[in-house]
C-alpha cells in the first residue's frame, strides 16, 4: 500500500501562485508514476500532469502546459505542483495519485492505484 497526503492549498488571489505538495509512504518502491487531477462540483475529475517516478519525464494535459509545474524531490518522496497565475477557474480540489503502471503516462484516474485526500485550492478574483 501506498499513502499520500497533499499540502498546500488555500485560499489565494488571481495571479498568485501557489505549490502544491505530496508526500508518498508506505510502499513506494511500486509506484511508477504519479500524476495530479483535479475536481470541482459536478464534474468529472481532470487530468492536469503527471510524471515518471524514476525518469523525471513529465506530461501534461494540453490545457494545463502554459502556468503548471510537475516535479518530485530527488531525496524525498515528494511530489509537487506548481501553478502560477492563477485564475478563478482554477478553483477546485486536486488530488496526487500514484500509479504502478509501467506506461509511459497514464492521464486517467482509472489508471492510478492510489489517491491522496484531496487539497482545496480557492482563487478569489
Known amino acids: 500500500q501506498v499513502q499520500l497526503v497533499e499540502s498546500g492549498g488555500g485560499l489565494v488571489q488571481a495571479g498568485d501562485s501557489l505549490k502544491l505538495s505530496c508526500a508518498a509512504s508506505?510502499?513506494?518502491?511500486?509506484?511508477?508514476?504519479m500524476g495530479w487531477f483535479r475536481q470541482v462540483p459536478g464534474k468529472e475529475r481532470e487530468f492536469v500532469a503527471c510524471?515518471?517516478?524514476?525518469?523525471?519525464?513529465?506530461y501534461y494535459a494540453d490545457s494545463m502546459k502554459d502556468r503548471f509545474t510537475i516535479s518530485r524531490a530527488t531525496s524525498e518522496n515528494t511530489l509537487y505542483l506548481q501553478i502560477d497565475n492563477l485564475k478563478p477557474e482554477d478553483t477546485a480540489v486536486y488530488y496526487c495519485?500514484?500509479?504502478?503502471?509501467?506506461?509511459?503516462?497514464?492521464?486517467?484516474?482509472?489508471?492510478?492505484?492510489?489517491w491522496g485526500q484531496g487539497a482545496q485550492v480557492t482563487v478569489s478574483s
Open positions: 495519485a500514484a500509479s504502478r503502471s509501467v506506461a509511459s503516462r497514464s492521464i486517467e484516474s482509472g489508471d492510478y492505484d492510489y
Open positions: 508506505g510502499h513506494t518502491f511500486s509506484i511508477r508514476i
Open positions: 510524471l515518471r517516478w524514476n525518469s523525471f519525464s513529465t
